[in-house]
C-alpha cells in the first residue's frame, strides 16, 4: 500500500518548522593573520567580550558560538581537548554571571527557549558520567522509553548545563508543561508516533504558546508561517494557529510522522524538524549514512542542529524523571486549563462575549492566543471560543444569539526598504497610532519584510 507523502521539493520551498532560531553568526573581526584555530577562536572570543560590553547580546553569544565552532570544526588537526575545554569553561563563566537564562522580549512576545539552547556551553563529562547516566536510561530501568534514548558525551554535556546553567529556564518550562502534557501526548498516540516527542516544546519554546524565536518561528511548537500552513494551520492577519498550542501539536505530530515515513529514523526526523529537509538530506548523501550521529559529527549540518538531538534527549531525561535530576514538580500557573470550549457566531467582537459573561476582555484573548485582532474571524460562520469553565451555563446559552459583527475592511502592507508608519499612513490615509495599535507595535520600529495589517480610514 502506498504512503501519502507530502513531496520533498514542496518541505524545501517552504521554511521549515523550527528553522534555525538565530541568524546566521556574522564573521567575527579578527587578526587576519591568526594562523591557527586556536587563535582565531581566540580573537573571536574577546570580540563577543567587546559586543557584551557595549550591551550587544546577540552579537556577543554570535561570537561565543563562532568562537566555539573554529575550534569544534578543526577536527583531529585542530586544538586538543585542553584547549577546547578552557575555551567552554570561559563562555560557561559568562553564561552564569550575565547571559544566564535571559529572555529578551520584543512587542510583548517572549523570546523561544531554543534560541538559548543553542547557545549553551557544553561541558566535558568523563566516561564515568557517560556510564552512569547510561545505567540510568539503559535496560530494566525505572524509565521506560517510547522512542531509543541514545547516551553519550553531548547528551551528558547538555542534562549537566540543564542543571545549571539552563536550570531556571528548564524549571520553568517543566512548570509549564503540566497542563499540556498529557493532551499533547494523547494527539500523538492518535498518529502513531511515540508519545515521548510531546516533550520537544521543553527545548522549543519552553513550552511558553507565545514565544518567537529570532527567526519569527511562533508557538509552543515553533512553526514557520509556511510549513505551518503546510500542515494546515491558518496563519493570516486575523488568526495565528501556531499560537493554539493543542492544533499546533496536531500539525507537529502530522509532520513529525511525515519525516519517519520519509527516513525511518526519529533522530535524523528531528533534525529535519529543527534544520530542515534538504540540508539533513544533502549531509546524508555527502556522508552516505542515515546515522543522526555520524552526521552531527561533520560540517554538513549546522551547530544548532547537531546540538537539537542531543539537547532534547537531555532534556527527555529530566522531564521523564525530575526529581531525580535536581527539578520540582507540580508548579506553575496553569494557562488555559479550567477552561470550556463553546460555539460562537462569526466573527463576533470580543468585547460583546466578555460583556454577555461579565469577563473582562483581557481574559478571554488570554484564553484565545491565536485571535489576533478583537473578534473572531470573519471566515467562518461559528468559531470555538475558550471561555473559563466557571461561566454560568444560562449566560453561555446567550451567546448563540449574539448577532453577528460588520467588521472593518483591512488592507495589508509588506514592509519594503526605507518605508517607515508616516509614510505608510499616508499612503493608506490613517494615522500611524492606528497601524501600532492593528499590529500590537509599541514602537514605530518595523523592518523590511515585515506584513502590517492596515486599518481603513476613520
Not at 552512569?132 to 547516551?151: N, R
Not at 544533502?282 to 542542529?305: G, P, V, Y
Not at 520600529?445 to 515585515?450: E, K, N, Q, S, V
Request: charged residues 25%; hydrophobic residues 40%; contains cysteine.
Amino acid at each position: 500500500m502506498s504512503k501519502a507523502r507530502i513531496p520533498l521539493l514542496l518541505l524545501a520551498a517552504a521554511a521549515v518548522a523550527c528553522a534555525p532560531s538565530r541568524p546566521a553568526p556574522r564573521t567575527a573581526p579578527g587578526p587576519a593573520t591568526a594562523a591557527g584555530p586556536a587563535a582565531r577562536a581566540e580573537a573571536i572570543f574577546q570580540t563577543g567580550k567587546a559586543r557584551l560590553e557595549k550591551g550587544d547580546m546577540a552579537g556577543a553569544k554570535a561570537c561565543f558560538d563562532q568562537s566555539l565552532d573554529v575550534l569544534l570544526d578543526a577536527g583531529a588537526d585542530g586544538p586538543g581537548r585542553a584547549e577546547v575545554g578552557d575555551l567552554v569553561r570561559k563562555i560557561s563563566a559568562i553564561e552564569l554571571n550575565t547571559l544566564k537564562d535571559r529572555n529578551s522580549p520584543e512587542n510583548g512576545e517572549h523570546e523561544a527557549f531554543l534560541d538559548q539552547v543553542i547557545a549553551t556551553p557544553l561541558f566535558l563529562p568523563s566516561e564515568k558520567d557517560v556510564q552512569d547516566l547510561q545505567q540510568k536510561v539503559g535496560e530494566g530501568a525505572a524509565v521506560a522509553y517510547s522512542l531509543p534514548v541514545i547516551v553519550n558525551p553531548q547528551v551528558v554535556s547538555f542534562l549537566k548545563a540543564f542543571q545549571t546553567i539552563r536550570h531556571d529556564g528548564i524549571q520553568r518550562a517543566l512548570d509549564r508543561m503540566g497542563e499540556f502534557i498529557g493532551p499533547f501526548q494523547e494527539i500523538f498516540r492518535r498518529h502513531g508516533i511515540p508519545e515521548d516527542l510531546a516533550y520537544l516544546p521543553i527545548i522549543e519554546s519552553g513550552f511558553r504558546v507565545d514565544a518567537t524565536s529570532r527567526a519569527r518561528a511562533r508557538g509552543a511548537w515553533q512553526f514557520m508561517s509556511s510549513t505551518a500552513r503546510l500542515f494546515g494551520l491558518r496563519v493570516d492577519w486575523q488568526v495565528d494557529e501556531r499560537l493554539d498550542p493543542f492544533k499546533a501539536a496536531d500539525a507537529a505530530a502530522r509532520f513529525l510522522k511525515h519525516l519517519y515515513e520519509e527516513y525511518g529514523d526519529w533522530y535524523i526526523a528531528l533534525a529535519c524538524y529543527n534544520g530542515g529537509p534538504r540540508r539533513v538530506e544533502k549531509a546524508m548523501r555527502a556522508l552516505q549514512t542515515a546515522d543522526f550521529f555520524t552526521i552531527n559529527q561533520s560540517r554538513h549540518i549546522r551547530r544548532e542542529t547537531k546540538n537539537y538531538v542531543p539537547a532534547f534527549l537531555a532534556s527527555l531525561i529530566i522531564a521523564r524523571s525530575p526529581q531525580e535530576y535536581g527539578f520540582a514538580v507540580g508548579g506553575g500557573e496553569p494557562l488555559l486549563a479550567g477552561s470550556r470550549t463553546v460555539v460562537v457566531p462569526s466573527p463576533v467582537y470580543l468585547a460583546a462575549v466578555a460583556g454577555r459573561l461579565q469577563l473582562p476582555v483581557a481574559e478571554l484573548k488570554r484564553l484565545n492566543p491565536e485571535l489576533l485582532r478583537d473578534f473572531t474571524p470573519s471566515f467562518v460562520s461559528e468559531y470555538a471560543l475558550r471561555v473559563p469553565a466557571t461561566v454560568d451555563d444560562a449566560a453561555l446559552a446567550g451567546l448563540e444569539r449574539i448577532p453577528p459583527a460588520k467588521i472593518p475592511k483591512f488592507n495589508s502592507h509588506r514592509v519594503r526598504p526605507g518605508d517607515t508608519l508616516s509614510t505608510i499612513a499616508r499612503r493608506y490615509g490613517t494615522s500611524v497610532r492606528r497601524i501600532q495599535e492593528a499590529n500590537r507595535l509599541r514602537s514605530t520600529l518595523i523592518r523590511p519584510g515585515m506584513t502590517l495589517v492596515i486599518p481603513g480610514r476613520g
